[in-house]
């Protein structure tokens, strides 16, 4: 790290206007976003609140933040933008790759080390571009992490030998997943989704609330407050709630973890021009990753890391974009089975969504069209192969935009059989997700959305379902190598559903450094500023396990008040 002396020698409104290049130039690119974003707000001169810790968001990151900052002795605030707390966490899957030793781990007889942990984080291909300080904390303490989440978390785990990452190296088994106590296998009313997140977030809370952690739902950060050009502490945040602002003094530091900013166009873009609109994000409509924590922390100097992270091509499976698990509504990822569609549908959530979507079983059953009505990819390909096809750009593509627009997957009535789809609501979202028509043509004319904006070319269309046709007829698929493509598109009704990528989590955000200090653009350590999760950049490890562990990092040394690395 810089010493104080080396502290950057220019002004915060230099800083922001300094364009493209040096070390505002991320900053700058975010100015688009509107200019007073960028403009470090003042702190108030008397706080409606304070507390020794802040945290931000109540997810994977935030919650065990705020429990181990209590834990080390401080009096903590959690805000929460949402109505309830949980975020992606609590639709998750639930799933933690927690390695290193644990004593779980043990229990099944598996042996693992923090050395060998790291060394198989660093060398797997798609977590390779990964900032090393950041992944040998992690490796440090992924194991004390998940033994902590059982012990003083009230977490309760699977009675299960762990597993292989879902996403991630498959040495080791470091996989394991909860289960909440009582429960059957469906969370009920108690989730959003039904999710075995819940069985992680849910008893997390209620250790935080034991433990006086004051959660405000209802309040969103738009602020942290810094004393000084880029030299001082942070010192509290602002928030709104119900359109009202809230000042909250932090007396000894500030957790983000807001999740990061998948749902923010603008700024995804910044790391990535092909990232569009079109893209929808996992999690949600439930809980959105707009980036407002780290444009909080990029106003008073933190730099981001580890930009290209997000669409890296890592030629595998990596939570990076995803091919949507269900197709024809708008989110494409709830996890089927994990509610009833009758519960999804009474479930608090089901107005913002929609429809449950339909999952596809065999990818023989329907072709992809990209907004040209070309089909581009062989429909059963995986990971970057399918979702790096999806985002070139085609003959439709607008000036200006960088994108693949709509994917619509394209199927027949024999196709809708086979798979046993019901192609109606609550299944399909008819509002721009989903269409069907008698003939080809019908169709193509009928495919117009938000994104969508001109029609399917109805040539290109029906020119698409004759090649493909006669790829059956040949056996062979003599343009993307489908395996011996089965089924012809033939009969009537004809439908397109909705099958764009969509993106995952979030992989770069703040930079941080092994004790979760978020770092300024000269690398030095901002007194008081923690990040933790996907709104924090430079691990590319999938999923909850980097949340959980640097939240209880960043809360513990918050708490400790750690001044310098
Ligand atoms: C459907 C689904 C399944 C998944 N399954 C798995 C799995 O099995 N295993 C695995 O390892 N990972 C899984 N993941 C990924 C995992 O859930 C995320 O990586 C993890 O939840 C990210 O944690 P986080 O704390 O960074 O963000 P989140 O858990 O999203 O929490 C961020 C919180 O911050 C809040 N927030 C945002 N902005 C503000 C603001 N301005 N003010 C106040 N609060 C704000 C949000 O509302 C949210 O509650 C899954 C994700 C999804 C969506």
Redesign the pocket.
């Known amino acids: 790290m810089k010493k104080d002396d080396q502290k950057p020698q220019f002004s915060r409104r230099d800083f922001v206007k300094s364009g493209a290049a040096g070390v505002g130039g991320m900053a700058a690119a975010l100015a688009s976003l509107d200019p007073k974003q960028l403009e470090a707000a003042e702190p108030p001169k008397r706080w409606d609140k304070v507390a020794d810790v802040v945290v931000?968001?109540?997810?994977?990151?935030?919650l065990p933040a705020a429990i181990s900052a209590a834990e080390n002795g401080a009096t903590v605030i959690l805000?929460?933008?949402?109505y309830d707390?949980?975020?992606?966490?609590?639709?998750?899957?639930?799933?933690?790759?927690l390695g290193g030793g644990s004593k779980n781990q043990k229990k099944w007889g598996v042996e693992d080390s923090p050395e060998k942990w790291y060394t198989d984080l660093i060398n797997w291909h798609d977590y390779r571009f990964s900032d090393r300080e950041i992944v040998w904390a992690f490796a440090q303490e992924s194991a004390a992490t998940l033994d902590w989440l059982v012990e003083k978390g009230g977490v309760t785990l699977r009675d299960t030998k762990p597993g292989n990452?879902?996403g991630g190296p498959a040495t080791t088994p470091r996989?394991q997943?909860p289960v909440l106590a009582g429960w059957d296998g469906n969370a009920g009313g108690i989730s959003p989704?039904g999710?075995?997140?819940t069985a992680l977030m849910r008893p997390l809370e209620a250790t935080a609330r034991k433990m006086g952690v004051q959660i405000l739902l209802e309040?969103?950060?738009?602020d942290v407050y810094r004393q000084g050009e880029f030299t001082g502490r942070v010192v509290g945040i602002r928030?709104t709630t119900k359109g009202k602002p809230v000042t909250i003094q932090a007396r000894r530091g500030i957790v983000i973890?807001?999740?990061?900013h998948t749902s923010n166009v603008i700024f995804r873009r910044a790391y990535d021009p092909r990232l569009t609109e079109e893209y929808q994000v996992?999690?949600e409509p439930y809980?959105?990753?707009?980036g407002?924590?780290e444009l909080?922390g990029v106003r008073v100097g933190a730099a981001l890391w580890g930009a290209a992270n997000q669409t890296n091509d890592t030629r595998a499976r990596t939570?990076v974009m995803e091919k949507p698990v269900l197709i024809g509504n708008q989110f494409g990822?709830?996890?089927p089975g994990t509610r009833s569609t009758d519960d999804l549908v009474k479930s608090p959530v089901f107005s913002r969504f929609r429809a449950t979507g339909l999952a596809v079983k065999d990818f023989q059953n329907v072709i992809h069209v990209n907004m040209a009505g070309v089909r581009f990819v062989n429909e059963e390909a995986t990971g970057w192969t399918w979702w790096n096809a999806c985002m070139a750009p085609n003959a439709k593509t607008p000036p200006g935009a960088n994108g693949g627009g709509p994917i619509w997957a394209i199927f027949d009535a024999e196709g809708a059989t086979r798979e046993e789809w019901v192609c109606k609501p609550p299944y399909v979202d008819l509002d721009g997700w989903f269409f069907s028509a008698d003939t080809l043509e019908e169709l193509a004319r009928k495919v117009t959305c938000r994104y969508q904006k001109e029609p399917l070319p109805s040539d290109a269309l029906a020119a698409a379902v004759r090649r493909y046709n006669s790829f059956v007829d040949a056996g062979k698929d003599g343009d993307f190598g489908k395996t011996s493509p089965k089924f012809k598109i033939q009969t009537a009704p004809f439908y397109a559903a909705w099958s764009t990528p969509c993106a995952?989590?979030?992989l770069s955000g703040l930079r941080i450094n092994g004790r979760a200090q978020a770092i300024d653009w000269s690398g030095a350590v901002i007194p008081g500023l923690y990040s933790?999760?996907?709104?924090?950049g430079g691990f590319m490890q999938?999923?909850?396990?980097?949340?959980l562990t640097f939240?209880r990092i960043a809360g513990r040394e918050a708490a400790r008040g750690t001044a310098r690395t």
């Open positions: 931000v968001g109540s997810g994977a990151a935030g805000i929460e933008q949402n707390i949980g975020g992606h966490a609590i639709q998750s899957g639930g799933a933690m790759a990452p879902d996989a997943g989704t999710s075995n997140g309040h969103s950060l738009t928030a973890a807001t999740g990061g996992v999690g809980s959105l990753q707009t407002d924590g909080a939570h990822y709830l996890r995952h989590d979030c933790a999760g996907e709104s924090a999938h999923g909850l396990a980097k949340c939240g």
